[in-house]
């Protein structure tokens, strides 16, 4: 028989730490948390299981609705109190909680239980009836916005009213009297909305709010979050129906919630807010501004010491930094929650090798815990030391990194400006959840209201945007579109900055710098290197780009591309010489000029990589790309002609004479790659020629050059031969001429479907492979490089393709091909070196999938070969588990 309910208690524990799958992450800690003795108040956890079932059919079966009535039944006895009693009525909290957490995305029903009747029975068990009531018109109002989707202002708006009534300013003055005609009110609403009473049986509210909970998996703003932090839609959520506890139950109660470490610098310090006399959710709407942790020791001394307690135990036992909620009942510690904590880029560095220091995990676990996109935010900008900063307004830093952008006041203009190219920076009052989206949208988040855990400080870590919060000196006027700050005022789409670091907020536009790389993270990178087997290079064509990989950890150049050296100012003149060339011999000319300009690049290139391999693509694109645009050629000609200088009229009209008969219908399916080295081939003997020059002269000064030449869009086995037999000639004619033997190789891009298809006769022309996944995927999908954007980002808004492909490698289709070649590759040449050059190659998922399929090394841009390093060791670590 299946379990589809767990029970979680003192003693009575069914579930445990491991079992998030099924119980979710916030059941599984409630479960581990009982086991370990920790106080936690009783309660049940419905599994992901039930939640999966009730969205396909609405229905439950014989089965989960016996085994939630025996979880309830043990709940009532456990309490010694029951469900709706007249006199000492138990009460629950109904939450949900999925194996990711997703901070308030989903819905939580507080006080459930509560009645007409019950209601009497708390007051008078509690000897507070405006304590009751006031849990009353929460309960009806909390049920009535989230498990019957009334909208909360109905129920809001009638608070204001009956404040104004009774003349007073906020709701803590509102009296038993007052709180009881609210609950009336609220009831008087539900009925008006629904047609229906408010539900006076408990078993009818409790199972109504579970169907509710399971509901919130498909809300809209779930849904999205889902989305941005790609969580499987088919997982859905448990739901935790727990025994209330109370934190606004005077001065010796109250609520808070806490990290075990900093989650924003991962230092090791007990971090936390909390509220006097107040509930669970007054500290994560970030309505009140909350106290600092260090402070409640003053204040309810034996509980605190029992909570820092608590934590430590929790954190040694989970190996993690936790992320914890806790109640104060009259004195009574609880635990709510345990979960890992969020962390920033930086804190998960700083704490994966502080924990590696303190013994409590070992390097290979350290290196798993720092996330492919933690890398890419530390590389993120920050606000450059030299700036001068007029700072008009400091918040709290909640999560860090500087963004400049133009003000928005609301999510959907922040979403809006996205879509036209515009950064922006979203400012607020407080965020909400219905704010996601925009929050993705903008560069960072602002807002006025809340701590370092409201909403906008734990959403905005979660998705690496800069934030700032709590900044109250800022006032919005939402109708006229401004803020005002210390005598400032800011208007909509004027430009501010905002540092996430320092919790500043900046007039302007001010300069940013790349951020470096620490210590700390150097650590994990060398702990990275140590496990992974995968090689990583880089693709650079410059001298600085190649010395920037070096010191990021690259181990060789794996793409040069030579034609980027060719769009130097100072080059262009004798490239288009060479392109205008009407014959062998004056093209030749032309060459002989761009000779030593080519020569002293891979002098420097070879330099920054010495010792290391350098693979260097000969030419690829087609040489209409070198001339100038057509419409501009008209123009000028025009010019010309106006101003009757007939001295350059001819000239110019060569020129568009050549682009014209250069002109391709597909240039990318073209007269491009070994094509052209084949039709022209004194431009890829000179561009050999200066490759074997360049290695040739260091290697005479004694520096080890490893060249390695790579001959693009390959399709036929004879392009590769007869492209091969040239480049061997002229490396041994320049071999010849220096007096020196080098240790080249010559091998070719595999980035045709054909290629894949025939590697097995490729490979035996071929020194190595390197697949071009960016035209590998063009030709598999016949979709064009450079016109995807009309369609793939609806493709991907109707779920046609769940990725871009050209940014995440199609393992389906392109994966395939990939395969192919390599398998194919390797049965005529097994120790066939193999590498991806592709944008994928800096691409987490991307990494992995090479790494599975045998490749050698990936090659990407130097900024994310960091980012390899690290996703190679953790392919390595999960391959080696998964064995
Ligand atoms: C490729 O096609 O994947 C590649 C690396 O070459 P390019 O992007 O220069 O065509
Ligand atoms: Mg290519």
Redesign the pocket.
């Known amino acids: 028989m299946s379990k589809f309910v767990y029970f979680f208690g003192k003693d009575v524990t069914d579930g445990k730490g491991s079992m998030k799958d099924l119980l979710g992450g916030k059941g599984s800690g409630l479960a581990e948390m009982a086991n370990l003795g920790v106080p936690v108040p009783p309660g049940f956890t419905i599994t992901t299981e039930v939640c999966v079932l009730y969205l396909k059919d609405q229905i439950y079966s014989e089965e989960v609705l016996k085994q939630i009535e025996e979880a309830i039944d043990k709940l009532e006895t456990l309490n010694n109190k029951k469900l709706g009693d007249p006199k000492d009525p138990l009460l629950v909290s109904v939450r949900s909680g999925a194996r990711v957490s997703m901070p308030g995305m989903m819905d939580t029903v507080l006080n459930l239980g509560l009645t007409d009747k019950s209601v009497i029975g708390l007051a008078n068990k509690v000897n507070d009836e405006r304590f009751a009531y006031d849990c009353y018109r929460r309960f009806i109002s909390m049920f009535g916005d989230v498990v019957l989707g009334i909208d909360s202002d109905k129920f809001e708006s009638l608070i204001e009213d009956k404040k104004k009534e009774l003349k007073v300013e906020s709701d803590t003055d509102l009296d038993a009297k007052a709180l009881k005609e609210l609950a009336e009110r609220f009831k008087g609403v539900i009925k008006l909305e629904k047609g229906f009473e408010f539900p006076q049986d408990p078993k009818v509210q409790l199972q109504m709010a579970i169907n509710a909970v399971f509901e919130s998996w498909n809300n809209p703003r779930a849904i999205t979050y889902r989305k941005l932090n790609e969580i499987d839609d088919s997982w859905g959520t448990a739901v935790n129906v727990q025994t209330m506890v109370y934190g606004n139950r005077g001065n010796t109660s109250g609520t808070g919630v806490a990290f075990t470490r900093n989650p924003s610098t991962g230092e090791k310090k007990f971090f936390g807010e909390y509220l006097i006399n107040a509930q669970g959710e007054d500290v994560v709407a970030g309505i009140r501004t909350p106290d600092y942790i260090d402070t409640l020791g003053n204040k309810i001394p034996d509980a605190y010491k029992q909570l820092v307690d608590i934590c430590q135990r929790l954190e040694s036992h989970f190996r993690d930094m936790q992320d914890i909620e806790f109640t104060i009942q009259e004195g009574n510690l609880y635990m709510l929650q345990t979960r890992t904590g969020k962390r920033t880029a930086a804190a998960a560095v700083k704490i994966a090798t502080d924990m590696v220091a303190e013994g409590l995990i070992d390097k290979e676990t350290a290196v798993t815990r720092v996330k492919a996109e933690h890398i890419d935010l530390l590389l993120h900008p920050r606000i450059d030391p030299k700036a001068k900063l007029e700072v008009i307004a400091r918040g709290l830093p909640a999560s860090p990194g500087a963004a400049v952008g133009k003000v928005v006041f609301t999510a959907e203009d922040a979403e809006g400006m996205a879509e036209i190219g515009e950064k922006t920076i979203l400012v607020r009052t407080e965020t909400s959840p219905e704010d996601i989206g925009g929050m993705a949208a903008a560069q960072g988040v602002l807002t006025v209201r809340g701590g370092m855990t409201s909403h906008a400080a734990v959403v905005g870590r979660g998705m690496g945007k800069p934030c700032v919060v709590g900044c109250g000196e800022i006032s919005i006027d939402t109708k006229s579109n401004i803020f005002m700050v210390n005598g400032h005022t800011i208007k909509e789409h004027d430009y501010i900055t905002i540092d996430g670091s320092a919790g500043s907020v900046i007039i302007g536009k001010v300069d940013l710098i790349d951020a470096e790389i620490n210590d700390d993270l150097k650590q994990i990178l060398v702990w990275a290197d140590n496990i992974r087997t995968l090689g990583v290079r880089t693709?650079a064509d410059n001298p600085a780009d190649a010395g920037l990989a070096r010191e990021l950890g690259a181990e060789g150049i794996g793409?040069c591309?030579t034609?980027h050296m060719f769009f130097g100012e100072d080059r262009i003149p004798a490239v288009r010489e060479m392109i205008m060339a009407e014959d062998e011999k004056s093209r030749k000319k032309a060459l002989k000029r761009l000779l030593p300009m080519q020569k002293e690049d891979f002098l420097g290139i070879f330099r920054s990589m010495e010792g290391l391999p350098v693979t260097i693509?000969l030419l690829?694109?087609p040489l209409h790309e070198f001339l100038p645009d057509k419409e501009e050629l008209d123009t000028k000609l025009r010019e010309l002609e106006t101003s009757g200088d007939c001295g350059k009229i001819d000239e110019v009209k060569k020129v568009i004479q050549r682009v014209i008969s250069l002109k391709e219908l597909n240039p990318m399916l073209g007269h491009r790659?070994c094509r052209l080295g084949i039709t022209y081939p004194e431009i890829y003997d000179m561009q050999v020629r200066a490759i074997m020059e360049a290695a040739c002269e260091l290697a005479n000064e004694g520096m080890q050059i490893v060249p390695e030449i790579m001959i693009?869009?390959v399709g036929l086995v004879k392009e590769l031969s007869v492209t091969r037999e040239e480049v061997c000639k002229m490396a041994e004619t320049v071999m010849a001429e220096k007096g020196v033997r080098i240790d080249y190789k010559v091998g070719t891009?595999i980035?045709l479907p054909r290629a894949a298809i025939i590697a097995d006769k490729i490979a035996q022309e071929a020194d190595f492979f390197?697949?071009?996944?960016?035209?590998?995927?063009?030709t598999t999908f016949g979709f064009s490089?450079d016109d995807v954007s009309k369609f793939v980002p609806i493709y991907q808004k109707a779920g046609i393709l769940e990725h871009d492909p050209f940014a995440v490698l199609d393992q389906e289709g392109v994966g395939e091909i990939m395969k192919i070649g390599i398998e194919k590759g390797r049965s005529t040449k097994p120790d066939l070196k193999m590498g991806?050059?592709?944008?994928?190659?800096g691409e987490p998922k991307s990494i992995h999938f090479a790494h599975q399929i045998g490749l050698d090394y990936v090659?990407c841009s130097p900024y994310r070969v960091p980012i390899a390093r690290l996703v190679a060791a953790q392919s390595t670590i999960e391959m080696r588990n998964a064995k």
Do not use: A, V, Y
């Not at 071009?772 to 995927?777: E, F, H, V």
């Not at 991806?836 to 190659?841: A, F, Q």
């Open positions: 693709n793409l591309r034609e693509r690829d694109p790659g693009p869009l891009m980035e390197s697949f071009g996944t960016n035209d590998l995927t063009q490089r991806i050059c592709g944008e994928h190659g090659s």
